[in-house]
């Protein structure tokens, strides 16, 4: 299983950008780059996946390195709700599609 | 559809005792995966269906775990014989085969082996 490799705590300030960083040296040309993040008490939940080109959606950007062996999730303005851990994680496009996770990133967001 | 459903929220059980967890998937989503999560560590990868099948174990998931998915619906997680070690939050997935956006997750089944 491809492994990811993430900082295990960040912090930042309520209403500022938040830039969440992963290396994923050993990825493979099939391999999704999947956010998915966990608050306290809940299951993960989806946050963005890419392939090659940066992607937007409501909650987050995902920057992906032209090598693709590292990316970034950005969240633009971010809220004491996005207190949570981040995880970045590989996908396999085919077989079992699952989902290994690392330790993730700690985000810890100051009023 | 109101998402992944886990029943229970909460179980605390004696040891030896038998317990078991129900999961009620997104239903148009074919595939099932159970993951189990320890205080402080990311999810780890139990089993998973797609439809009724079972098609992958981890080697994670003794002999005293057992999981079904009859008719492809719901799914059921058996654990015989229950350890403290088994003391963890048990995580329900579905996804769509053909759907790149990935899993939705349950809440999960907290359990405590006292």
């Known amino acids: 299983d491809a492994k990811t490799t993430q900082p295990n705590s960040m912090e930042s300030n309520e209403e500022e950008p938040v830039h969440l960083p992963c290396n994923h040296s050993t990825i493979s040309g099939t391999d999704y780059i999947h956010w998915y993040r966990q608050l306290p008490s809940q299951g993960p939940e989806y946050v963005i996946h890419?392939?090659?080109s940066n992607v937007n959606n409501r909650m987050a950007s995902l920057a992906i390195a032209e090598d693709r062996k590292s990316s970034t999730l950005i969240l633009h303005r971010a809220t004491l709700r996005d207190a949570a851990v981040y995880y970045c994680?590989?996908?396999?496009?085919?077989?079992?599609?699952?989902?290994?996770f690392g330790q993730g990133t700690r985000l810890t967001i100051n009023p | 559809d109101t998402g992944v459903s886990q029943n229970p929220r909460h179980k605390i059980t004696k040891r030896g005792q038998n317990v078991t967890f129900r999961c009620d998937p997104i239903?148009?989503?074919?595939?099932l995966y159970w993951y189990r999560q320890t205080l402080g560590q990311g999810p780890e990868f139990l089993t998973y269906?797609?439809?009724?099948?079972?098609?992958?174990k981890s080697r994670l998931l003794s002999d005293r775990f057992s999981a079904e998915r009859p008719k492809g619906s719901f799914s059921t997680l058996e654990i015989q014989r229950t350890e403290q070690g088994d003391s963890a939050m048990y995580l329900c997935?579905?996804?769509?085969?053909?759907?790149?956006?990935?899993?939705?997750f349950g809440s999960g089944t907290r359990l405590t082996v006292v």
């Open positions: 994680i590989l996908r396999d496009a085919g077989g079992a599609q699952k989902l290994v």
């Open positions: 997935a579905s996804s769509f085969l053909q759907d790149p956006y990935g899993y939705t």
């Open positions: 269906f797609q439809n009724e099948a079972q098609l992958e």
């Open positions: 239903s148009e989503h074919n595939r």
């Open positions: 890419g392939l090659t």
